[in-house]
């Protein structure tokens, strides 16, 4: 793989911000964070938040779907990709990423500020 280029598969990995201890999930929410889509192509991005001691920490899971209509023009959706749906998945997928990343930092820094306040 180039250096620099990511694999699609590495976005539906999941993010976690610490190292794995006995962690409790409470899901805040089934619905998604954000949405990426393009061309039939979604991505959806969802947090996790996770109590891991005196603090919360945010994961996040991906999914990519297709969207297409079906015989009685109904919109349907299929995990299912074609070798073409994926560069666009892959493009979608880097957006999805780079959210991920931005949203770990953010948290990251606002848990800073709160423990320097404390």
Known sequence: MHQGCI???SVWAFFV????T???SKRS?????????RRGIVVSVFRYKNEIEDHTISNFKTTIRRLYKD???????TYFLAPDDW???EFLSRQAWQYMMEQSQ??????TKTKDKS
């Open 17 to 20: 911000c610490y190292p794995f």
């Open 29 to 37: 929410t089934t619905k998604p964070e954000k949405v990426f889509s």
């Open 106 to 111: 953010s948290d990251a820094s606002s848990e």
């Open 87 to 89: 560069p666009m998945a």
């Open 71 to 77: 015989d009685e023009e109904k919109t349907q959706s």
């Open 7 to 9: 694999s699609v598969v």
């Open 22 to 24: 006995a962690m409790e």
